[in-house]
């Protein structure tokens, strides 16, 4: 059946949840129906994709861990250098660790074996390498939930509340 995006009051995306739970907020009246893709639970309930609560509630901001998962993600499992989609994917840093750069989100990227090798201890603009993406942190741990689903196609009708993610 499905995931439904589930949207705050003020229309922020806030997180992901099944079908079935997103049926029970309807019914007992918490949210209201915002997309449907046309499928029926049953006759003359559509099946949401998308709900919004009747209520604010408030969300604490939660950092999503620097991790190589993550940061694959982030960078769409592709060098950032040459586009390069395969198995032998490593992670640069942008200005090298020897010369002062951090691990940090702003500062890491997804890149080939070759294009790492080849950029060596210099700054992208040193060797010649453009960056395709400048490396940014995520604004939203739901973003990589929703870009999971966003890329294989599914939940399209998703991408108008998820822009700014």
């Known amino acids: 059946m499905g995931k439904v995006l589930v949207l705050n009051a003020s229309y922020e995306p806030l997180n992901i949840t099944s079908w079935r739970r997103a049926a029970v907020l309807l019914i007992k009246g918490k949210a209201e129906r915002v997309e449907h893709n046309g499928k029926l639970l049953y006759t003359g309930f559509p099946l949401p994709t998308v709900i919004r609560l009747r209520y604010y509630v408030r969300v604490p901001y939660k950092e999503i861990p620097l991790t190589r998962r993550n940061i694959l993600h982030r960078d769409g499992h592709s060098c950032q250098y040459c586009g390069y989609t395969g198995d032998e994917l ?31 201890n210099r700054t992208p603009k040193e060797a010649h390498m453009l960056l395709r993406h400048s490396p940014r942190r995520p604004y939203s741990s739901l973003y990589f939930e929703v870009t999971k689903h966003l890329k294989t196609g599914t939940h399209q009708e998703w991408q108008k509340y998820v822009i700014g993610l």
């Open 90 to 120: 490593t992670l640069d840093h942008v200005i090298p660790r020897s010369r002062g750069g951090g691990d940090t989100w702003e500062n890491m990227v997804t890149a080939c074996v070759r294009c790492n090798v080849n950029k060596g």
